[in-house]
Protein backbone atom coordinates (compact mmCIF):
# COMPACT_ATOMS: atom_id res chain seq x y z
CA UNK A 1 0.00 0.00 0.00
CA UNK A 2 2.02 3.42 -1.28
CA UNK A 3 1.81 5.37 1.70
CA UNK A 4 3.56 8.77 2.71
CA UNK A 5 3.27 10.15 6.32
CA UNK A 6 4.37 14.06 7.30
CA UNK A 7 6.21 14.58 10.47
CA UNK A 8 7.72 17.63 11.84
CA UNK A 9 5.05 20.47 12.24
CA UNK A 10 4.36 22.94 15.42
CA UNK A 11 4.09 26.28 16.44
CA UNK A 12 7.24 28.42 15.72
CA UNK A 13 8.25 31.84 16.78
CA UNK A 14 8.65 34.04 13.38
CA UNK A 15 12.64 33.49 12.36
CA UNK A 16 13.33 30.73 13.87
CA UNK A 17 13.57 27.36 11.76
CA UNK A 18 11.97 23.87 11.42
CA UNK A 19 12.53 20.59 9.26
CA UNK A 20 9.61 18.46 8.23
CA UNK A 21 9.90 15.12 7.11
CA UNK A 22 7.87 13.13 4.68
CA UNK A 23 8.44 9.02 5.08
CA UNK A 24 7.67 7.10 1.92
CA UNK A 25 6.39 3.13 1.70
CA UNK A 26 4.83 0.96 -0.32
CA UNK A 27 6.67 1.75 -3.55
CA UNK A 28 10.73 2.43 -4.74
CA UNK A 29 11.05 5.68 -3.46
CA UNK A 30 14.07 6.05 -5.16
CA UNK A 31 12.76 5.82 -8.16
CA UNK A 32 10.07 8.88 -8.07
CA UNK A 33 10.93 12.59 -7.89
CA UNK A 34 8.79 14.40 -5.21
CA UNK A 35 6.92 17.61 -4.44
CA UNK A 36 6.23 19.97 -1.15
CA UNK A 37 3.32 22.19 -1.42
CA UNK A 38 1.20 23.66 1.16
CA UNK A 39 -2.01 25.36 1.69
CA UNK A 40 -2.73 28.76 4.04
CA UNK A 41 -5.81 28.49 6.49
CA UNK A 42 -8.69 29.07 4.02
CA UNK A 43 -6.74 29.45 0.82
CA UNK A 44 -5.54 27.40 -2.43
CA UNK A 45 -2.63 25.18 -3.02
CA UNK A 46 0.64 26.76 -3.28
CA UNK A 47 3.45 24.47 -4.69
CA UNK A 48 7.04 25.18 -2.75
CA UNK A 49 9.01 22.58 -4.50
CA UNK A 50 9.95 19.49 -6.14
CA UNK A 51 13.35 17.42 -6.14
CA UNK A 52 14.59 14.77 -8.66
CA UNK A 53 14.71 10.71 -7.85
CA UNK A 54 18.06 10.75 -7.14
CA UNK A 55 18.50 14.62 -5.29
CA UNK A 56 20.12 16.18 -8.17
CA UNK A 57 17.74 18.11 -9.54
CA UNK A 58 15.65 20.90 -7.18
CA UNK A 59 13.30 23.51 -8.12
CA UNK A 60 11.74 26.21 -5.64
CA UNK A 61 8.87 28.40 -5.70
CA UNK A 62 10.28 32.26 -6.26
CA UNK A 63 8.03 32.84 -2.17
CA UNK A 64 10.71 30.33 -0.50
CA UNK A 65 13.73 30.72 -2.33
CA UNK A 66 16.94 30.64 -0.25
CA UNK A 67 14.81 30.34 2.88
CA UNK A 68 13.29 26.45 2.35
CA UNK A 69 15.23 23.70 0.97
CA UNK A 70 14.09 20.15 -0.40
CA UNK A 71 16.28 17.55 -0.12
CA UNK A 72 16.21 13.52 0.36
CA UNK A 73 17.50 10.37 1.54
CA UNK A 74 16.82 7.37 -0.33
CA UNK A 75 18.07 5.10 2.10
CA UNK A 76 15.88 6.19 4.32
CA UNK A 77 13.14 6.21 2.41
CA UNK A 78 12.31 9.87 3.90
CA UNK A 79 11.95 13.28 2.06
CA UNK A 80 12.75 16.65 4.15
CA UNK A 81 12.06 20.64 3.84
CA UNK A 82 14.12 22.54 6.03
CA UNK A 83 12.42 25.72 6.20
CA UNK A 84 14.66 28.93 7.94
CA UNK A 85 13.33 32.33 9.13
CA UNK A 86 10.34 31.58 8.89
CA UNK A 87 7.72 34.35 8.60
CA UNK A 88 3.73 34.49 9.34
CA UNK A 89 3.42 34.01 5.43
CA UNK A 90 4.76 29.98 5.72
CA UNK A 91 1.55 29.23 8.03
CA UNK A 92 0.37 26.54 6.16
CA UNK A 93 -0.54 22.77 6.15
CA UNK A 94 2.45 21.51 4.48
CA UNK A 95 1.79 18.07 2.09
CA UNK A 96 4.04 15.71 0.55
CA UNK A 97 3.29 14.62 -2.72
CA UNK A 98 4.73 11.71 -5.06
CA UNK A 99 5.42 12.60 -9.12
CA UNK A 100 3.31 10.66 -11.28
CA UNK A 101 6.19 8.99 -13.74
CA UNK A 102 9.85 8.01 -13.02
CA UNK A 103 11.36 8.20 -16.33
CA UNK A 104 12.58 10.43 -17.90
CA UNK A 105 12.74 12.65 -15.05
CA UNK A 106 11.06 15.79 -15.53
CA UNK A 107 10.09 18.29 -12.61
CA UNK A 108 5.62 17.92 -13.27
CA UNK A 109 3.92 15.06 -14.51
CA UNK A 110 1.06 15.30 -11.94
CA UNK A 111 1.22 14.53 -8.30
CA UNK A 112 -0.85 10.80 -7.96
CA UNK A 113 -0.16 10.23 -4.00
CA UNK A 114 -0.11 12.76 -1.45
CA UNK A 115 0.62 12.73 2.36
CA UNK A 116 -2.47 13.77 5.07
CA UNK A 117 -0.07 17.18 5.85
CA UNK A 118 1.63 18.27 8.53
CA UNK A 119 0.89 21.77 10.18
CA UNK A 120 3.28 24.51 10.71
CA UNK A 121 1.79 27.41 12.35
CA UNK A 122 4.22 30.41 13.02
CA UNK A 123 3.39 32.96 15.90
CA UNK A 124 4.98 34.55 18.31
CA UNK B 1 4.48 33.99 -9.71
CA UNK B 2 0.78 34.33 -11.18
CA UNK B 3 -1.39 31.31 -10.14
CA UNK B 4 -3.47 30.43 -13.02
CA UNK B 5 -7.31 31.61 -12.90
CA UNK B 6 -10.44 29.52 -11.86
CA UNK B 7 -13.55 30.74 -11.13
CA UNK B 8 -14.35 31.01 -7.73
CA UNK B 9 -17.55 28.73 -7.49
CA UNK B 10 -19.70 27.07 -10.09
CA UNK B 11 -23.18 24.92 -8.96
CA UNK B 12 -24.75 22.54 -10.34
CA UNK B 13 -28.00 20.04 -9.61
CA UNK B 14 -27.46 16.66 -9.14
CA UNK B 15 -27.53 14.84 -12.62
CA UNK B 16 -26.50 17.91 -14.19
CA UNK B 17 -23.05 18.99 -15.78
CA UNK B 18 -20.83 21.66 -14.84
CA UNK B 19 -16.93 22.85 -16.26
CA UNK B 20 -14.13 24.52 -14.95
CA UNK B 21 -11.98 26.64 -16.44
CA UNK B 22 -8.60 27.46 -15.56
CA UNK B 23 -6.75 29.98 -17.82
CA UNK B 24 -3.11 30.59 -17.86
CA UNK B 25 -0.45 31.49 -20.37
CA UNK B 26 1.92 30.26 -23.12
CA UNK B 27 4.44 29.57 -20.59
CA UNK B 28 2.69 26.99 -18.70
CA UNK B 29 -1.01 25.86 -19.86
CA UNK B 30 -0.50 26.83 -23.20
CA UNK B 31 2.71 25.67 -23.56
CA UNK B 32 2.84 21.64 -22.25
CA UNK B 33 0.02 19.00 -22.21
CA UNK B 34 0.93 19.16 -19.03
CA UNK B 35 -2.06 20.09 -16.84
CA UNK B 36 -3.51 18.23 -13.80
CA UNK B 37 -7.02 18.79 -11.76
CA UNK B 38 -7.15 17.65 -8.40
CA UNK B 39 -10.25 17.42 -5.66
CA UNK B 40 -10.03 18.62 -2.23
CA UNK B 41 -12.70 17.54 0.40
CA UNK B 42 -12.89 19.50 3.07
CA UNK B 43 -9.83 18.97 5.78
CA UNK B 44 -8.24 16.11 3.44
CA UNK B 45 -5.71 16.21 1.24
CA UNK B 46 -5.76 16.70 -3.10
CA UNK B 47 -6.27 13.85 -5.22
CA UNK B 48 -5.85 13.49 -8.43
CA UNK B 49 -8.49 13.84 -10.29
CA UNK B 50 -7.16 14.25 -14.54
CA UNK B 51 -3.17 14.16 -15.81
CA UNK B 52 -1.69 15.48 -19.22
CA UNK B 53 -5.11 17.49 -20.00
CA UNK B 54 -7.21 14.74 -20.64
CA UNK B 55 -6.34 11.47 -18.63
CA UNK B 56 -7.99 9.88 -16.01
CA UNK B 57 -5.98 7.82 -13.07
CA UNK B 58 -6.99 4.24 -12.78
CA UNK B 59 -10.36 4.43 -10.30
CA UNK B 60 -11.31 7.78 -11.26
CA UNK B 61 -14.99 7.47 -12.80
CA UNK B 62 -15.21 8.76 -16.21
CA UNK B 63 -17.80 11.40 -15.21
CA UNK B 64 -14.37 13.38 -15.27
CA UNK B 65 -13.27 14.71 -18.34
CA UNK B 66 -10.41 17.21 -18.94
CA UNK B 67 -9.61 19.40 -22.34
CA UNK B 68 -7.54 22.16 -23.38
CA UNK B 69 -7.58 24.95 -26.04
CA UNK B 70 -5.03 27.69 -25.83
CA UNK B 71 -4.00 28.85 -22.88
CA UNK B 72 -7.14 27.69 -21.11
CA UNK B 73 -7.39 23.98 -19.83
CA UNK B 74 -11.15 22.81 -18.67
CA UNK B 75 -12.67 20.52 -16.21
CA UNK B 76 -16.73 18.91 -16.92
CA UNK B 77 -17.60 16.66 -14.52
CA UNK B 78 -20.88 15.13 -16.01
CA UNK B 79 -23.98 13.33 -14.00
CA UNK B 80 -23.41 15.68 -10.75
CA UNK B 81 -23.35 13.84 -7.59
CA UNK B 82 -23.19 15.01 -4.35
CA UNK B 83 -20.29 13.49 -3.48
CA UNK B 84 -18.46 15.88 -5.96
CA UNK B 85 -18.81 19.04 -3.91
CA UNK B 86 -15.81 19.58 -3.15
CA UNK B 87 -12.47 22.69 -4.08
CA UNK B 88 -10.92 21.55 -7.48
CA UNK B 89 -7.28 22.91 -8.53
CA UNK B 90 -5.80 23.17 -11.86
CA UNK B 91 -2.34 23.14 -12.20
CA UNK B 92 0.69 23.02 -14.47
CA UNK B 93 4.01 21.94 -14.96
CA UNK B 94 5.82 26.08 -15.67
CA UNK B 95 8.89 26.56 -18.00
CA UNK B 96 10.03 29.99 -17.46
CA UNK B 97 11.61 29.31 -14.02
CA UNK B 98 11.16 25.87 -13.65
CA UNK B 99 8.27 24.74 -11.35
CA UNK B 100 4.64 24.15 -11.17
CA UNK B 101 2.15 26.55 -10.67
CA UNK B 102 -1.50 25.85 -9.38
CA UNK B 103 -4.96 27.68 -9.66
CA UNK B 104 -6.38 29.42 -7.44
CA UNK B 105 -9.38 27.00 -7.12
CA UNK B 106 -12.84 26.42 -7.75
CA UNK B 107 -15.80 25.18 -5.06
CA UNK B 108 -18.00 23.24 -7.18
CA UNK B 109 -21.76 23.08 -5.29
CA UNK B 110 -24.09 20.52 -5.65
CA UNK B 111 -27.35 22.05 -5.08
Known amino acids: QVHLVESGGGVVQPGRSLRLSCAAS????????MHWVRQAPGKGLEWVAV????????YYADSVRGRLTISRDNSKNTLYLQMNSLSSDDTAVYYCARDRLTTPWDYYYGMDVWGQGTTVTVSS | QSALTQPASVSGSPGQSITISCTGTSSDVGGYNFVSWYQQHPGKAPKLMIY???HRPSGVSDRFSGSKSGNTASLTISGLQAEDEADYFCASKRGFSPGVVFGGGTKLTVL
Open chain 1, 51 to 58: ISYDGSDK
Open chain 1, 26 to 33: GFTFSRYG
Open chain 2, 52 to 54: DVS
